[in-house]
């Protein structure tokens, strides 16, 4: 228990050591345009607050995000396999990836994975 933390306050002083020695070496400038300014990812800001965007983009955004989770999800499956009924993590895996293609093929012929239409 002493080990720790005598750890965790070197680790402490280190922190600030650090963000103090940062602090002091740093150029100090004041009220910088880019400083002051949101940040729009490259793009020159506008004083419209509400920009209309493509709705494709963003279906397009959701469908990655649904895959990617979905991927996540199938790379434990083999362990969920080894720990349980084999039969019956087989058929929810197939159930699953049966409704990730159908969704997959749903989405081809409804035209939201074309860019340009």
Known sequence: MVLITILLSISALLVILL?????????????????????????????????????????????????????????????????TNYYLSFLILIGFLLILFIRLIYEWNDGTLEWIS
Do not use: A, M, Q
């Open 19 to 83: 963000k103090f020695v940062s602090f002091l070496i740093s150029e100090k400038s004041l009220l910088l345009r880019e400083e002051i300014s949101s940040f729009e990812c490259g793009f020159e800001h506008h004083n419209v607050s509400r920009v209309p965007f493509s709705l494709r983009y963003f279906f397009l955004t959701l469908i990655f995000l649904l895959f990617d989770l979905e991927i996540v999800l199938i790379l434990f499956f083999p362990s969920v396999i080894f720990c």
